[in-house]
């Protein structure tokens, strides 16, 4: 995934969120991440050690005061927790592009669905492209 340009001379690189869920107790809907700038989502990917009976996981960008189950979907259908374990799941994007731009202030969260009863060592990685005006160097 390349970054885009910044400014001339200069690119930013991508962002890398890493969200680790330990036990089943642990998988509760909630923010995992504060944008602190403009960011593209460019990727979510998950996997887990242990399958959960029947959960399902939704990654969803939250603006304002909006509550996890009340944001925009970023993932085109839920993940099914209960797949096979120890594989690198990738699932496609909402086809919605707007859904998937972040502004300052914005959060990305994690909503369960199901039951997520046995569910262990679950690990969300979600890439990110800086983009807009408030591009700058740190």
């Not at 969200?19 to 944008?35: E, H, K, P, R, W």
């Not at 944001?71 to 998937?100: E, I, K, N, W």
């Not at 969260?109 to 408030?134: D, Y």
Request: glycine letters at 6%; hydrophobic letters at 45%; charged letters at 20%.
């Amino acid at each position: 995934i390349m970054p885009r340009r910044a400014k001339a001379g200069f690119q930013l690189a991508p962002v890398i969120i890493h969200q680790t869920y330990s036990l089943a107790a642990d998988c509760v809907s909630g923010n995992f991440f504060i944008a602190d700038r403009d960011y593209e989502v460019a990727e979510i990917s998950c996997s887990w050690d242990v399958p959960s009976s029947s959960g399902t996981l939704q990654i969803q960008r939250l603006q304002s005061t909006e509550a996890p189950a009340a944001g925009d979907d970023l993932l085109a259908a839920p993940v099914d927790l209960s797949a096979a374990d120890d594989t690198v799941t990738r699932p496609a994007l909402t086809a919605t592009p707007r859904f998937l731009r972040l502004s300052r202030g914005d959060r990305l969260a994690a909503e369960f669905g199901g039951t997520v009863t046995s569910q262990v060592a679950l690990t969300i990685t979600v890439v990110l492209i800086p983009t807009g005006q408030n591009l700058r160097a740190y």
